[in-house]
């Protein structure tokens, strides 16, 4: 079924003076448009009538509002004035009892519930989905009935009307892609500049600018990819997609720095293949683990225990892009720093690759050109200087000079602590205000038709909940105690809602026979709904059908009711939701409930419960893999104290900047467990395993090593996201927000917290003083062979 939707608002619309007549006149001719609208197919136009929902009487269903209205006219028009309209139930001429609630909206009445004015009015249209060539019919009926509001609207100013059929939530959602474009491609110029900076400096034959770009060509490579093989396999794009560029950025950013930076720590007088062994060897097997520990969460999160298809295909995408992230960094980035790697042993320049020249060839060259060509010759420094000719980096000088002396200091220590307590302090308080998200306007684009519609509903329609259908759908014994005593018996604990047993005590008074006129079965019926306090309304419509004898049978019967909890109050419907749905699944009698607003409380519902469920088990899952994997158990106990902290922190830090737990929020979640791991568990691996010499000492080696990394891809990642800020889209808003605070409070712990934290709590750090033997000395003979372009290439012969 297929329905669709508008809302109708302005000045009060008045039911005691004359004035409103000219709003209903107004809303007279809405419907008469719109009940007009011509599909035209080869052959045939369809209307209306054609496509809508039939009543018993073969006339199309409309909203009750309308024959409301339509009486409410007629009586003033003959003078009337013994009908009114009363809230939320109005008695028409012919003794039907008609629901309005969920119909007019921003209500004033007078006494005994008589309506005296309302700011809205919401009309609802419903189409039957029986066949492709209906679907397809109805579907342009939609679009033609948006044209239609929208050309009413420009007529009468004076009303705003917000159209909103069954497909819009689907075109909005997918909205969020097309308007990022543009800045999803700010967002890579800005990465590509960043990253080519982070990898320059000024010696221009250690500079490595090209590896920064081609670091971005690797993971671009591996996205692609993924999106390839997704559409291949028949996969459904969705906007959750614009999340797997920045999954790729955080992981495979700092996979191919921490290759640099490991390519800095080797000797120059090596071979390149012997660096580029050395390279592989520090730093392919954090990233290797690492790795695997993204396949496995997402892995969990693309498998069928995630019952969300949004978040599945995300999952999916994610897992086939880091595999191929992992492989093209083994083969395509590994191959490009082997590249630069016989650049820079041949002294060519980093960019341009030809010839350095020695600097006397220089002296008589301009100032920008001797700038551009500064480069430091093996030959020209002495043993202790060519161990720092990296040192010119800028990231790498600031880290060894200043930083890992500054953030060790004993008088900065205790401001770092305060400042985490502080940290902890408001964490906690937006961690106390934890809401769940169920508004529809988090996953669209802004100025989309579905926003402006839920923005009205809200303000408008939420004093009650949407009418709830309650369908029976198969032929059974009405009358059979046995059958009554067995559904029953799935019923029994739910105390809140009673208007299941409110039925069936209906049934069991009733003594049904095979002749049982529909107005007695009704009314009973209606009465014994009614008399349940969580119900304000009800209305039934049953099927029956004559057997070979004239006998008569209930094949299927259909109650639509509306509970007494505003839609405002989201614990109370998501109880009404999930009791419904236990119901349906666990009783013998199969009975369906539906609500168009079930779907979306539906996909929040389990958009929370299902990622949580996975993500608990995949942490439960890389804690017993890594403890066979680590060296020391205590960098699990470390690393999971670190992920604990800053999920803690996220979440009440996401709270605080309004930001609920939804389908997107808690993704990033979860990528946030991952992406703690990856920046924060080299650190402590190097500071756990190292022996010998102090904390302190130790806290500073490992922000020496692994630093430089963290903060090129931190610096990266942060310029990437900044254009997500002004996407004209709530989820993209989600998705800064969020990605943000996950990459600053890593940060905060990998630069702060853990330096100062770890220079006075375990593990300890003993001396061990090793005696000296005379006789134990190791002699080393060189070899060196010097070719005629100053490549040199050092054969160590060692005997102990």
């Given at each position: 079924m297929k329905t669709q939707t508008h809302e109708t608002e302005g000045t009060a619309f008045n039911f005691i003076y004359p004035s409103f007549s000219s709003y209903i006149q107004r809303l007279s001719l809405l419907h008469a448009a719109v009940t007009r609208i011509q599909v035209p197919r080869p052959g045939f136009n369809y209307t209306f009538a054609h496509i809508c929902i039939l009543n018993n009487d073969k006339t199309c269903i409309v909203d009750d509002i309308v024959h409301v209205l339509e009486e409410l006219k007629n009586a003033r028009a003959t003078n009337r004035t013994n009908f009114a309209i009363t809230y939320p139930i109005t008695h028409l001429k012919d003794g039907r009892a008609v629901y309005n609630g969920h119909q007019l909206g921003g209500v004033t009445v007078h006494s005994k519930d008589r309506v005296k004015s309302a700011e809205a009015v919401q009309l609802t249209y419903y189409l039957q989905s029986i066949n492709s060539l209906n679907d397809m019919v109805a579907e342009r009926w939609e679009s033609s009935f948006c044209d239609t509001v929208r050309l009413f609207q420009k007529s009468n100013g004076k009303v705003k009307m917000y159209p909103y059929t069954s497909s819009s939530l689907r075109e909005d959602f997918q909205k969020t892609s097309h308007v990022s474009e543009r800045y999803l491609v700010t967002s890579l110029i800005l990465v590509a500049t960043m990253a080519?900076?982070?990898?320059?400096?000024?010696?221009?034959?250690?500079?490595?600018?090209?590896l920064g770009l081609l670091g971005l060509v690797t993971i671009s490579l591996a996205t692609l990819t993924a999106a390839g093989i997704i559409n291949l396999t028949g996969g459904k794009y969705n906007s959750t997609f614009l999340g797997v560029p920045f999954v790729m950025l955080g992981h495979g950013l700092y996979g191919t720095f921490e290759m640099l930076s490991s390519w800095r720590k080797t000797r120059e007088d090596q071979h390149v293949k012997e660096r580029t062994a050395a390279v592989y060897a520090d730093s392919m097997l954090s990233f290797s683990l690492t790795t695997a520990m993204y396949l496995v969460t997402f892995g969990i999160g693309a498998s069928p225990f995630t019952n969300i298809e949004a978040a599945r295909i995300f999952c999916c995408n994610s897992c086939i892009a880091i595999f191929f992230n992992y492989l093209y960094v083994l083969s395509f980035y590994g191959s490009s720093l082997v590249f630069t790697g016989y650049i820079e042993n041949n002294y060519q320049h980093s960019i341009f690759c030809r010839k350095v020249p020695k600097p006397e060839a220089l002296q008589e060259k301009p100032a920008w050109y001797r700038f551009l060509l500064t480069a430091r010759f093996s030959e020209d420094t002495t043993d202790g200087e060519e161990a720092n000719t990296y040192e010119s980096h800028l990231l790498v000088c600031f880290l060894k000079r200043y930083y890992c002396d500054w953030i060790t200091n004993t008088y900065v220590k205790p401001f770092v602590v305060l400042f985490y307590l502080i940290y902890i302090s408001f964490a906690l308080m937006g961690y106390l205000q934890v809401s769940e998200?169920?508004?529809?306007?988090?996953?669209?684009?802004?100025?989309?038709?579905?926003?402006?519609?839920?923005?009205?509903?809200?303000?408008?329609?939420?004093?009650?909940?949407?009418?709830?259908?309650?369908?029976?759908?198969?032929?059974?014994?009405?009358?059979?105690?046995?059958?009554?005593?067995?559904?029953?018996?799935?019923?029994?604990?739910?105390?809140?809602?009673?208007?299941?047993?409110?039925?069936?005590?209906?049934?069991?008074?009733?003594?049904?026979?095979?002749?049982?006129?529909?107005?007695?079965?009704?009314?009973?019926?209606?009465?014994?709904?009614?008399?349940?306090?969580?119900?304000?309304?009800?209305?039934?419509?049953?099927?029956?059908?004559?057997?070979?004898?004239?006998?008569?049978?209930?094949?299927?019967?259909?109650?639509?009711?509306?509970?007494?909890?505003?839609?405002?109050?989201?614990?109370?419907?998501?109880?009404?939701?999930?009791?419904?749905?236990?119901?349906?699944?666990?009783?013998?009698?199969?009975?369906?409930?539906?609500?168009?607003?079930?779907?979306?409380?539906?996909?929040?519902?389990?958009?929370?419960?299902?990622?949580?469920?996975?993500?608990?088990?995949?942490?439960?899952?890389?804690?017993?893999?890594?403890?066979?994997?680590?060296?020391?158990?205590?960098?699990?106990?470390?690393?999971?104290?670190?992920?604990?902290?800053?999920?803690?922190?996220?979440?009440?830090?996401?709270?605080?900047?309004?930001?609920?737990?939804d389908c997107i929020s808690v993704l990033c979640l979860i990528y946030g467990i991952n992406y703690t791991i990856d920046n924060c568990a080299p650190l402590l691996s190097t500071f756990v395993l190292g022996k010998d010499f102090t904390r302190t000492k130790w806290v500073k080696n490992a922000l020496e090593v692994h630093g430089v990394a963290i903060l090129q891809s931190y610096l990266c990642y942060l310029v990437g996201l900044i254009p997500l800020a002004a996407v004209p889209s709530n989820l993209t808003c989600t998705l800064f927000r969020c990605l943000f605070l996950i990459a600053f409070v890593t940060f905060f712990h990998c630069f702060a917290i853990l330096p100062v934290i770890l220079t006075f709590l375990p593990p300890s750090k003993k001396k061990r003083k090793e005696k000296k033997n005379p006789e134990n000395r190791e002699e080393i003979e060189c070899v060196e062979m010097v070719d005629i372009d100053s490549t040199r290439v050092v054969d160590q012969i060692t005997t102990v």
């Open positions: 080519i900076l982070c990898c320059s400096m000024q010696d221009c034959v250690r500079s490595k600018p090209w998200g169920s508004d529809l306007s988090n996953i669209v684009a802004t100025a989309t038709q579905t926003i402006e519609y839920t923005t009205a509903q809200q303000k408008y329609f939420s004093n009650y909940s949407p009418v709830i259908g309650f369908y029976i759908y198969e032929s059974i014994e009405y009358w059979n105690t046995s059958v009554q005593e067995d559904v029953l018996e799935y019923t029994k604990g739910f105390v809140r809602i009673s208007w299941f047993e409110s039925y069936l005590n209906y049934l069991r008074k009733l003594n049904v026979t095979t002749g049982l006129p529909k107005k007695n079965f009704t009314d009973m019926l209606r009465n014994s709904f009614l008399k349940a306090p969580q119900f304000s309304h009800f209305q039934e419509d049953i099927i029956f059908s004559k057997k070979y004898n004239d006998e008569v049978d209930v094949v299927a019967s259909r109650m639509f009711l509306v509970a007494k909890t505003m839609e405002t109050n989201r614990e109370e419907l998501y109880d009404l939701l999930e009791t419904l749905r236990r119901l349906s699944v666990t009783s013998k009698v199969k009975f369906i409930v539906f609500n168009p607003s079930f779907v979306y409380m539906d996909r929040y519902a389990s958009s929370l419960g299902a990622p949580l469920h996975n993500s608990c088990i995949s942490a439960l899952f890389l804690l017993f893999f890594s403890a066979f994997l680590v060296a020391d158990s205590l960098i699990n106990v470390w690393l999971t104290l670190t992920v604990v902290s800053v999920e803690f922190g996220v979440i009440g830090f996401m709270t605080l900047w309004k930001v609920e737990l």
